[in-house]
């Protein structure tokens, strides 16, 4: 049984990965648009070009954490030889520096690509380390659970305090700030953060699982994942529930620089807030923070595929709803903030299912074609997440782009770009979420059969 030392320093993990990758998927595509100066088609096609790379290295990753071995384990020791270059890579990441229209976008292209390699080396072994810290399916889907909160606690932190951190450093109050050196200082800030938190997970944590075969061949590994069947759909179910996420969290600050009037509030109990993309992100992440809280009972009652199943649905209509809520009222500012209260809960009932649902993967792997194969099967996850990120935000982009949207600062927006915005919060990101309910309709690992999986897996080890 694992202690709750354990369960928290796993959490701190995934915080310190969330704050890099929310503030990446929230207000990157607006740093190289709007700060960087980057046009929307080559931001757009930026963040696509780098998933080439992230098809390569994420396996890659997971092959080498796989025949790591040391005496902290295979995966653990990444956390700490990594941190300090996912640091600097995120200070890098949002520098903005003179060196000519060419040079620039050069800039912008290596940093990110560095970015993307770095946030590989460590989450990929940090994700595989669920695989092997416990052999009960319960159990993982607890520390997924944590691992979630946490991630959203970091979510949280960072979103609500990116905007009034960034226009306190360019001194400056009501919109976000376009300041280039506001923005690196900020990612300073954030970078030294996520440091201290992989640092604590690596002391905190252990490995405790090994596998019941050897260590088999990297060309038996691929064969086997490439005869996973169970790996490919829930690959298929993930990556467009990220790509799902993608959407929404790179068309929000457009939506409210365009949409929400500058200075609107809103007032609960006498207390007066404003009412900006900001807010918009940190309610949502505690939205999550209460879908996670509520995954694991959930899960326990109707079963993983379910419960990820019903909650895609439920995502379905409240995004569909978007659509036709007014934006010039008060009604409708608070009507926009229940459905992503609504959203953020469901969202956040899905996000520790697919953590566990990954390690079942490998343990069905490990039984059925005698495999150990943790970290490849986990950089699955990570190639997924960052696919549907990027193919999310880089379709926002261009269809920004062929709705007419303008980026200039206080520019006044065509009809047609301002309905484009409202399809992009809402039919679109619903469809891709219908995309993701297909593939998990069809996955074949249900409670009863990793049930028999675990029993066998059991003798196996024993043995």
């Known amino acids: 049984m694992a202690t709750l030392k354990e369960k928290i320093g796993y959490g701190f993990g995934d915080m310190a990965s969330s704050m890099f990758w929310k503030v990446f998927s929230a207000y ?10 980057l046009d929307l088609g080559l931001a757009a096609l930026l963040f696509l070009v780098t998933k080439i790379w992230d098809a390569v290295s994420d396996p890659m990753m ?35 520096p003179d060196l000519g229209e060419t ?31 416990t052999e009960d399916t319960d159990e993982k889907t607890v520390f997924s659970s944590y691992r979630m909160f946490f991630a959203y606690t970091g979510s949280f932190i960072v979103l609500a305090l990116w905007e009034p951190l960034c226009n306190s450093i ?42 019941a075969i050897k260590q088999s061949s990297v060309k038996d590994d691929f064969k086997s994942l490439l005869h996973n069947g169970p ?79 019903y909650s895609l649905f439920a995502i379905m209509a409240l995004c569909i709803a978007f659509y036709y809520v007014p934006t010039n009222t008060t009604s409708g500012y608070w009507t926009l903030l229940i459905l992503q209260i609504a959203t953020g809960i469901f969202t956040g009932i899905i996000s520790p299912l697919v953590w566990s649902m990954y390690a079942d993967i490998s343990d ?4 059925k074609f005698k495999t150990a194969s943790t970290g490849l099967i986990f950089s699955s996850s990570s190639m997924a997440q960052k696919f549907g990120g990027a193919f999310g935000t880089s379709a926002v982009l261009w269809l920004l ?11 006044v927006q065509t009809p047609e ?21 297909i593939f998990i309709f069809i996955y074949p690992l249900t409670t009863k059969r990793m049930k028999e999986i675990n029993n066998q897996l059991k003798s196996v080890r024993e043995n």
Request: net charge positive; proline share 4%; charged share 10%.
């Open 401 to 411: 782009a062929i709705f007419g949207f303008n980026t200039a600062e206080g520019a």
């Open 62 to 96: 997971g092959i080498i954490a796989d025949r790591t071995s040391t005496k902290w384990g295979k995966y653990r020791p990444y956390l700490l030889w990594i941190a300090v270059p996912f640091a600097i890579a995120g200070v890098l990441l949002f520098t903005k």
């Open 170 to 211: 360019a001194g400056v109050s009501g919109k976000l700030t376009y300041d280039p050196h506001a923005w690196q200082t900020g990612m300073v800030v954030v970078s030294l953060t996520c440091l201290v938190l992989f640092v604590l997970t690596f002391k905190m944590t252990r490995e405790k699982i090994k596998p």
């Open 231 to 309: 790996w490919w759909i829930l690959l298929g179910g993930v990556l467009f529930f990220n790509f799902f996420g993608a959407v929404r969290y790179a068309v929000i600050p457009y939506y409210f620089t365009t949409q929400i009037a500058e200075g609107a509030t809103l007032s609960f109990f006498s207390i007066e807030f404003m009412f900006y993309a900001g807010i918009f992100f940190t309610i949502g992440e505690i939205a999550n923070m209460v879908g996670v809280a509520i995954a694991t009972p959930i899960t326990f009652k109707l079963g993983k595929k379910s419960t990820f199943l």
């Open 364 to 367: 069905y792997a490990e039984l």
């Open 28 to 37: 990157l595509p607006i740093f190289y648009t709007n700060v960087f100066g």
């Open 417 to 437: 770009a301002i309905e484009g915005l409202r399809l992009l919060i809402s039919w679109i990101p619903a469809g891709v979420a219908a995309l993701s309910a």
């Open 103 to 133: 040079g620039k976008n050069v800039w912008a292209f290596v940093t990110y690509i560095l970015m993307m390699t770095v946030y590989t080396a460590i989450n990929v072994p940090y994700g595989s380390m669920l695989g092997v810290m």
